[in-house]
């Protein structure tokens, strides 16, 4: 048995995979385009390892996917291959277009064309994972309810627009075609292998390194928190159990302002590594121009999934990001590495003045 994982050399799709294959002998087919986010050193620890197949390639690629397909025969396809950053989004949404629905688009034609050609047996097994962010949903007030599996889609950056449309291909293929497709929305993930834009890693890397730490506005934009090992059990459990043609919100129950969460980083830095001149480190705390169209606040309500599939994260946000820190102080060589001077540019541009 083999599934085959697209994305999987960037933050939660490698995350997936070492977990899978810590846990299982079914061999992954490891898809990835290896843009700057993707990174090869995230997959350090499966070197020599048979179980993992590792190919560089885009989902958009339809004729290196169908190769694929029909030389290793999966009886799954788990899509985690998109451009995912909010901020990129604004400056450069072209590309999002072109990797979250384009090619979406392509990977749904080429697996439905596999798919098609299977005994029925195996067609009916089959299942196609897309993995899909809450940003969909837009934004919500104080006051209002987390976000459930029927709210209205209301995205509201080009990023969020993209996996909106994503979203809809991937629903649109099983109600048109009959793939069987299943579909989960996660909320912010946080963990190891987390590529150094995004705000707890990018605060982490900045702390130890004498910057500022920089917040959007007010620092009082409010995201529910989910450790991203947790992510991958809970994809597992939608693969294993899930119902063809559903969705499942994914979430970590653990609403926090950006503020608080860079107060607690810097609280954990100051018990593990304190500044060598004795000042704590959220006097590195810079407040920066907001970006234009920030949502203000996120929430899941991740009970369908517990009711059904019967799964609830098992971290708090407290054990959660004390691994996450004591994971990067540990791995400076993986955050050294990804840090390229193109991506010291870009903050640069980004945090500037």
């Known amino acids: 048995m083999t599934i085959l994982v697209s994305g999987g050399a960037g933050f939660i799709g490698g995350n997936f995979v070492l977990d899978w294959l810590a846990g299982s002998d079914e061999a992954v087919i490891n898809v990835d385009k290896l843009t700057y986010a993707g990174n090869l050193d995230t997959l350090k620890l499966l070197e020599g390892d048979v179980r993992h197949i590792f190919v560089r390639a885009d989902i958009g690629d339809r004729e290196a996917i169908c190769r694929l397909l029909m030389e290793h025969e999966p009886r799954a396809v788990i899509n ?30 080429t697996v439905r064309a596999y798919w098609n050609e299977l005994p029925a047996d195996e067609k009916g097994a089959f299942r196609f994972l897309h993995v899909s962010t809450d940003e969909v949903y837009g934004t919500l007030e104080a006051n209002d309810p987390p976000f459930s599996e029927t709210n209205t889609f209301e995205p509201n950056s080009p990023y969020s627009a993209s996996k909106a449309a994503s979203d809809h291909l991937v629903r649109a293929w099983h109600h048109t075609y009959g793939l069987p497709v299943l579909t989960t929305n996660c909320s912010n993930n946080y963990g190891p292998y987390h590529f150094p834009e995004k705000l707890i890693p ?5 702390a130890l390194n004498g910057k500022p730490l920089p917040i959007y506005g007010d620092g009082q934009q409010i995201r529910d928190w989910l450790y991203v090992k947790d992510h991958c059990s809970a994809i597992r459990r939608v693969l294993e159990a899930g119902k063809v043609g559903e969705t499942y919100n994914v979430g970590g129950w653990n609403e ?13 830095l100051d018990e593990l590594q304190p500044r060598a001149d004795g000042q704590g480190y959220a006097a590195q705390i810079t407040y920066v121009t907001d970006r234009p169209g920030h949502d203000r606040r996120y929430a899941i309500d991740a009970r369908k999934l517990e009711r059904e599939l019967g799964w609830k994260p098992a971290e708090t946000f407290e054990s959660g990001i004390r691994k996450t820190v004591e994971w990067y102080l540990a791995n400076q060589a993986w955050v050294s590495n990804v840090t390229s001077g193109a991506y010291r540019e870009w903050v640069s541009t980004q945090y500037g003045a």
Do not use: W
Not at 89 to 106: A, K, L, R
Not at 256 to 268: G, M, R
């Open 80 to 109: 985690f291959a998109a451009e995912s950053h909010v901020d990129r989004s604004i400056h450069g949404p072209g590309d999002f277009i072109q990797t979250n629905v384009v090619g979406t688009f392509n990977l749904l034609e």
């Open 202 to 206: 990018l605060v982490i890397l900045n």
């Open 256 to 268: 926090k302002a950006n503020l608080d969460v860079v107060k607690t980083i810097c609280s954990l």
